[in-house]
């Protein structure tokens, strides 16, 4: 297992490598893989070569992070439309993805693409994917998520984002990027401290973190246009935001004395309220996907457990029980669950726990493991660690079998959050 793993990392890098030319230099590491995969063959697409990079390159290191599928090699063979498969040739292949990528005369890509079934003999898939030249990562994940749905009758979340605040000396960037690491773009950046990156429902905002005077600001951007208000601006340290799912609220954490209460609050910094009136420390919270609950820490109990209180009032209840130390909660997209990360023993590890089972299932091996969200489809799980002394993004699949490290050359990776599903 172990060889098979190396080989398929150093896979995954030629990929990288060949796909990304122009981009920052990322190592991604993948272990594990699913219990039952599905092979799959991804025929170069005819006219790509004509690209700036590979739409069927992008679309094979999509699939080969997701542990999910077993990667066939088309070993030369080059169909590009159904008359031209030939279906005996293809028995190590479930499926096969086909087509054609053309640069029209206005300067925009056309991806004729189609997905067969080789076993069955018939077309599962036919789709024109259209996009402009500067775009070919995002018309290769939109291929990748149509796959990767056919294939396994869950969403695909390759064409979504992720956030993550990056210090490169004694700078910090506030990023976004694809959920893969590439493709950054830096959404501000200052000398004092950034934390905590949240995004608003739509994908069309970030609310953040920001030391930048006597004490912390929440603040929130837009990023079609960069303008951005403060909703939190006391002179306690304001901390933690946190979207409702319909997008018009915001919970926070105000300390003031040392003590910290959740508060709610509008994205325009209108309508205050408090939601927690306890001496103790109420910190991260996080709304449920039906916005009834939020979810958050707290060290009411002696130690740093977690607790579920409703967002129109009422008493708290605890969800933690066992020893050690419970932080950043999440709520599944369902509902149905949550991630944490647990200090335990002098380390960090990631866990999920069932609302009605009360199963909790470990999920990493534990070390400097924080922070984690789930991919808007619930199948992964983003996290924080470090490697070498290094801060890097982390996944893992909600049954702990596969495991990715995306590892940069530039900076430390720091509250890294899992973007929303939003419109192509």
């Known amino acids: 297992m172990k060889v098979k793993n190396s080989l398929r990392h150093l896979y995954v890098i030629i990929l990288l490598c060949i796909s990304y030319p122009v981009y920052a230099v990322l190592d991604i590491q993948i272990t594990g893989a699913a219990e039952k995969q599905i092979p799959v063959a991804i025929v170069p697409l005819a006219g790509e070569e004509k690209l700036k990079q590979s739409i069927s390159n992008i679309v094979l290191a999509d699939l080969a992070r997701s542990g999910l599928f077993k990667l066939v090699d088309p070993a030369g063979k080059a ?13 190590a292949a479930d499926a096969i993805s086909i087509g054609t990528a053309d640069m029209e005369p206005n300067g925009r890509i056309k991806v004729r693409f189609h997905l067969v079934d080789s076993v069955r003999k018939m077309e599962l898939l036919a789709q024109t994917v259209y996009g402009k030249s500067t775009e070919i990562r995002a018309i290769a994940h939109q291929i990748s998520d149509l796959i990767f749905e056919k294939l396994t009758n869950q969403p695909g979340v390759f064409n979504t984002r992720i956030a993550y605040v990056n210090l490169l000396g004694k700078k910090y960037q506030l990023v976004i990027a694809d959920c893969d690491g590439y493709d950054e773009k830096v959404v501000y950046s200052s000398n004092s401290l950034i934390m905590t990156p949240s995004w608003s429902p739509d994908g069309g905002h970030i609310a953040y973190v ?20 403060a909703v ?29 209460h959740i508060f709610l609050v509008r994205p325009d910094g209108s309508e205050l309220q408090q939601m927690t009136f306890d001496d103790e420390i109420d910190t991260e919270p996080n709304f449920s996907p039906d916005g009834q ?59 999920t726990e069932d609302f009605k089972t009360k199963l909790v299932q470990g999920l990493t091996n534990g070390g400097w493991e924080r922070n984690p969200s789930f991919a808007p489809n ?13 801060g890097i993004l982390s996944t893992v699949s909600i049954d702990g079998r596969v495991k990715q490290k995306i590892t940069s050359q530039t900076g430390d990776i720091l509250d890294p959050i899992w973007g929303p599903f939003t419109k192509h």
């Not at 930048?212 to 603040?219: L, M, T």
């Open 210 to 229: 920001v030391f930048e005077k006597d004490h912390a600001v929440i603040y929130v951007q837009s990023l079609l246009t960069n303008q951005r208000i």
């Open 232 to 260: 939190a601006n006391f002179p306690e340290s304001d901390s933690a935001p946190a979207w409702s799912p319909d997008g018009r609220q915001l919970a926070f954490v105000l300390t003031n004395d040392g003590n910290s």
């Open 79 to 91: 169909p590009h439309t159904i008359s031209e498969v030939d279906y005996p040739a293809w028995a």
């Open 293 to 351: 609950s939020i979810i958050f820490e707290s060290d009411r109990s002696g130690s740093v457990q977690l607790y579920q209180i409703p967002v129109d009032g009422g008493d708290a209840e605890r969800l933690t029980f066992e020893n050690g130390s419970y932080f950043s909660p999440h709520y599944s997209p369902d509902g149905n669950s949550f991630v944490f990360a647990k200090w335990e023993s002098g380390r960090f590890h990631i866990a």
């Open 378 to 390: 619930g199948q992964m799980i983003l996290y924080a660690t470090e490697e070498n002394g290094h």
